[in-house]
């Protein structure tokens, strides 16, 4: 995300905080059945595993109480009558929308190559995802809509899909291991699959769930090196989403272990599940602070107070002391509790921090 982004991003927040009106994640009901989206639409390259992914879901959706709507003209037999993506209103009877590989050629930037959702559409997808909705992406999900870049956020940081080299086996190695999607997995997980380079490396946006291990496979001549992102979620203008790179192989979805994986990342983005942290990045608190000190004036020296810990937490992450994070959070927690803006805003700040604390924790349990 650039600066100015993050600074447009930071007085939108400002704003909101000063009324008191942030949402909290998981603010949706959390029992009963549900109904999901899934999206195999295409006007590009067409995977096979679509409806293969499809079935998985709705049998899925069988075994787990919720129902599946399709959007995907060229199953006919299941899909909606025509788009489904009319107004935030209507799409909010989703708890969250999977965009299943849905290519749609704009990988040359051409401005004037239809998208996979037009101007109509996007604007009923945002609405939907600011109004709280969920989103996964499978795959290719990242090889669509490339045009625009409001899109790509969602997705995750912006990164895109580059290229990649020829099928083989390679080893994932689980970052987050105690989020809901993770915590099924081995801290190694060894898979055959199409393994995507992306445009750019989303970390600095998104809560890494798991990384590629170039080490163990030929990347090819998109290699990100040693840092390769492969599966992320992160909280995004009130909604929740959640990518996984892999899954181009017919195969995952009769594979128990990657079904578990890819059940759970509808869950927590549904709002079903949660834990682990909740996809919180150190940036998304980052902001909410900024966004108090700016609200409120009488809040300023007081959270940059908090701004300090949370960066000696983040320094102290990022060298693997979690211990040290988890001490530093805590202060900053507590001095979180006692800024002066609305009690709204206050609790928002204080339940992010806690779940910075429940992601570093679990790290440093999973560590000893």
């Known amino acids: 995300m650039t600066k100015s982004v993050r600074r447009l991003l930071v007085c939108a927040l400002a704003a909101v905080l000063a009324l008191g009106l942030l949402a909290t994640p998981g603010a949706m009901a959390q029992t009963g ?15 096979s ?14 075994q787990h109480g919720f129902t599946v709507d399709v959007w995907d003209p060229a199953q006919s037999g ?30 040359d930037l051409n401005p004037n190559r239809p998208r996979l959702l037009n101007d109509s559409e996007l604007a009923a997808f945002q609405g939907y995802i600011r109004n709280g909705g969920g989103f996964v992406g499978l795959h290719a999900a990242t090889d669509t809509m490339h045009t625009v870049p409001w899109y790509s956020q969602l997705t995750g940081g912006g990164a895109r899909f580059r290229n990649h080299p ?33 445009t750019t490396n989303p970390r600095e946006d998104v809560h890494v769930l798991m990384t590629l291990d170039e080490s163990t496979y ?26 996984q790179g892999a899954g181009h192989t ?14 759970a990342g509808i869950e927590w983005t549904a709002g079903r599940v949660s834990g682990g942290g909740n996809c919180v990045t150190w940036g998304e608190v980052d902001e909410l602070v900024d966004a108090l000190g700016t609200a409120n004036a009488k809040s300023a020296a007081a959270t940059r107070n908090v701004s300090r810990h949370l960066d000696r937490a ?9 211990k040290t994070a988890v001490r530093e959070l805590r202060v900053a927690r507590t001095l979180a509790d006692a800024l002066v803006p609305s009690p709204s805003a206050r609790r928002t700040l204080v339940e992010k921090i806690e779940d910075l604390i429940d992601w570093q924790q679990g790290l440093a349990d999973n560590d000893m």
């Open 33 to 47: 059945d549900y109904k999901i989206l899934v999206v195999g639409r295409t006007l590009g390259f067409r995977h």
């Open 49 to 62: 595993h679509i409806p293969v992914t499809t079935n998985a879901l709705i049998a899925l959706g069988q």
């Open 78 to 107: 299941l899909t909606l009558p025509s788009t489904p993506f009319t107004s935030a209103e209507d799409l909010a009877k989703y708890a969250t929308i999977v965009f299943v590989s849905p290519v749609d050629g704009t990988n």
């Open 166 to 198: 020829a099928q083989q086996t390679a080893t994932m190695r689980v970052e987050s291991p105690t989020h809901p999607s993770t915590e099924m997995l081995p801290k190694e997980w060894v898979r055959f699959d199409e393994w995507y380079n992306y």
């Open 218 to 243: 030929n990347p090819g001549s998109g290699a990100m090196g040693e840092d390769h992102p492969i599966a992320w979620c992160h909280n995004f203008e009130g909604g929740r989403s959640w990518y």
């Open 250 to 263: 017919d195969a995952s979805y009769s594979d128990p272990l990657f079904l578990a994986h890819l059940l």
């Open 314 to 322: 983040e320094a102290a992450a990022d060298e693997g002391d979690r």
